[in-house]
């Protein structure tokens, strides 16, 4: 081929490219245009002006409140610093930080998870040790680890409710009168965070009284998480003894699982250690017959608890049978008990904020309306025999017998009346300095005085006046 063949197939190959380039650049020039008109049309639309109105009322709106801005900055600068001030001055808190801190105190609980959960096969070891209480199944060995005994212990109970049953875990765990009936070693109990219904810290004071373990009161903290499966139903609370002092593990870990059967049964386990202070057997030999005991008696918790119910919806549904029947007959004036006097409220001022609250004030508030209760109720133990109605160092107790026990107890700490109630369960009550009442933390609309009055009538049957 010639060089002038070359030259003139370079010439044509030259051509070609610039053509499709100027193509390229038409093509692209087309769709910018396009894109620009559709951009004119959406400024063209009213809602566009009016959102670039309000764009530019915003602005000017930032910029006036800019100086305000400032301001708020060193006002809050200000009080941090007079606060710190004060933080300085103020006594140690008697628990470590680290009590309050979620995140530490998870870290903590997630390697014990993993240890229980790696512990599934005791009832299948050779060396383990078998107790039987009440069709209660536990078995222990030290195999694992020579300084703690792991048990597991599991027994079928014929109930379908299993979120009952947690939250009936989950308020024995949180009330002190609930605990400290389960074993007589525990001494004290008090909660010292609580965070969603689903994590607490417990501060409890535990009495050995097990061979070979120490007599005085021992002091420790404890950890209380819950969780549940959705997809399986299964529920599960776990929880780790420490250390107030080093943060360290120094009592029983666990983990209490309801696993549903879906023939309205659940399989109650138990999957948990303690730690060992000697080598006897005596020692682990105490602790396992302990814990078996505690499962009994909770156990008897339970039972009263389904039964009070059935009971509940009993008296329910008899007394939508007399309501249905009160155009035929009179109303029987017999179950109905009027109170000696009307309720009287505290005419206190009440801050919004809970620290704000001074102690005396709150022991004032709540010594008034839980008098007041006690004065409202006087007159059912002349209607039920079996009831018995206390009023001590801050818990009122309001025992009917067979129809349940209602327990009002002062928590000073989070300035709130704890309430526990064989119908509707734990709650927890604050003081509305406006309104002069005491609330439901969670169902705002929730009269203290009022619900329990409710439910009296509902499980007995009894209209308590209240004078209102």
């Excluded at 370079?10 to 245009?33: C, F, G, P, W, Y």
């Excluded at 007589?184 to 070979?212: G, N, W, Y």
Aim: aromatic content about 8%; hydrophobic content about 40%.
């Amino acid at each position: 081929m010639s060089a002038r063949e070359l030259q003139r197939i370079r010439s044509r190959e030259h051509s070609r490219r610039h053509r499709q380039r100027v193509k390229d650049n038409i093509k692209a020039l087309t769709d910018l245009v396009k894109k620009l008109e559709e951009h004119i049309e959406r400024l063209k639309k009213p809602s566009t002006a009016h959102n670039l109105e309000k764009y530019r009322q915003l602005l000017g709106a930032a910029e006036a409140y800019e100086h305000c801005n400032d301001m708020l900055r060193l006002n809050l600068l200000s009080k941090q610093t007079m606060l710190l001030e004060i933080m300085s001055k103020m006594p140690p808190v008697p628990e470590r930080p680290h009590i309050y801190d979620t995140t530490f105190l998870l870290a903590r609980i997630a390697k014990v998870i993993q240890s229980i959960n790696s512990v599934n096969d005791l009832p299948n070891h050779p060396e383990a040790i078998r107790m039987e209480l009440q069709n209660w199944v536990l078995y222990a060995s030290t195999q694992h680890d020579p300084h703690h005994v792991w048990y597991q212990a599991e027994k079928i109970i014929p109930y379908h409710d299993v979120n009952a049953v947690v939250d009936l875990i989950w308020q024995t765990y949180t009330d002190s009168g609930r605990f400290l009936s389960l074993f007589e070693a525990f001494r004290r109990h008090s909660v010292l965070f609580l965070h969603a219904d689903s994590f607490v810290v417990l501060r409890l004071e535990i009495e050995a009284i097990i061979p070979h373990r120490r007599i005085r009161p021992v002091v420790l903290h404890q950890i209380c998480f819950r969780s549940k499966d959705a997809s399986t139903g299964q529920a599960n609370i776990y929880y780790m003894g420490f250390s107030p002092e080093t943060m360290e593990i120094s009592s029983n870990v666990g983990v209490i699982r309801c696993i549903p059967l879906g023939n309205r049964n659940y399989n109650h386990q138990l999957v948990g250690s303690y730690r060992l202070e000697s080598t006897e057997p005596v020692e682990a030999d105490g602790l396992m017959k302990m814990q078996l005991f505690m499962l009994c008696r909770w156990q008897i918790l339970q039972d009263k608890n389904s039964l009070l119910h059935i009971k509940r919806m009993l008296h329910a549904i008899a007394r939508r049978g007399v309501q249905a029947m009160a155009l035929r007959g009179p109303l029987l004036a017999s179950r109905i008990v009027a109170a000696p006097a009307p309720l009287n409220v505290a005419m206190h001022r009440c801050m919004s904020s809970v620290p704000d609250m001074p102690e005396s004030e709150f022991h004032n508030l709540t010594d008034v309306v839980l008098t007041d209760i006690l004065e409202l109720m006087d007159g059912i133990e002349a209607v039920l025999p079996d009831a018995d109605i206390t009023l001590a160092q801050g818990v009122l107790t309001i025992n009917l017998g067979e129809d349940g026990t209602w327990v009002l107890n002062k928590q000073a700490p989070n300035r709130q009346i704890w309430w526990s109630s064989p119908v509707s369960g734990p709650k927890r009550f604050e003081y509305d300095g406006r309104l002069k009442k005491w609330f439901n933390t969670r169902e705002k609309e929730q009269e203290l005085v009022e619900l329990l009055m409710a439910e009296v009538e509902d499980i007995t049957g009894i209209v308590v006046y209240t004078g209102n």
